[in-house]
């Protein structure tokens, strides 16, 4: 019997690389899965980090009472509220965590839901304080007639992938019914 013919109907011939050639197809294949996978798992970590941040700070100042005296009424309630934003979402240089735009407010409802922007106030990156809600596209709190606290947390990131680099906008928004002592005026 011939070689060739032996090598046909023999299953202990050797392959003579035919592994090596499937393996050298199959890597970057592998590689750009892994890598995508890795790239997304770090994407989904930081909206994750965005959201939770969000909804803290919004907790924290749903029960932060505003008329404390040390406080400094509305513009020292939305500074303590934007801080613990801040701590909360991590360092803006944060690989994971971080922000590149925040907004705090003190939100009043009228009686169709709509805010009441002369009871309103809000804080974008810490700057001064503004009637109003926080501006940029941000549904209104629904509910007629009741005050909220609205946090809004945005992160631009990349997400990298070996041939591919899209940038992502991760965006946190948070509406908590304010529970504490509200002040009578603004």
């Known amino acids: 019997m011939t ?22 197809l199959l890597f970057p294949v592998f590689i750009v899965l892994a890598m995508g996978t890795m790239a997304a798992g ?24 505003m008329t404390e005296p040390t ?6 309630w939305l500074a303590a509220v934007d801080s613990a934003a801040v701590e909360s979402a991590g360092d803006a240089n944060s690989p994971i965590g971080g922000f590149d735009y925040r907004c705090v407010a003190y939100v009043t409802t009228d009686s169709s839901g709509d805010v009441d922007t002369s009871k309103s106030r809000y804080s ?6 503004t009637n109003g809600a926080c501006p940029g596209g941000t549904q209104d709190a629904a509910i007629p007639d009741t005050d909220y606290v609205q946090v809004a947390l945005a992160r631009k990131t990349s997400f990298f992938v070996i041939f ?8 946190g928004l948070s509406f908590t019914p304010y529970e504490a002592k509200a002040p009578e005026t603004l």
């Open 124 to 129: 974008e990156n810490g700057g001064a304080a």
């Open 42 to 65: 770090t994407a989904y970590s930081k909206q994750i980090n965005v959201t939770q941040a969000a909804r803290e700070a919004s907790r924290y100042g749903a029960t932060y009472d």
């Open 164 to 171: 591919a680099n899209p940038t992502l906008q991760l965006d």
């Open 71 to 76: 406080l400094g009424g509305i513009d020292g």
């Open 3 to 24: 070689k060739a013919l032996r090598r046909r109907h023999d299953p202990a011939a050797p392959d003579d690389g035919a592994a090596a050639v499937e393996f050298a």
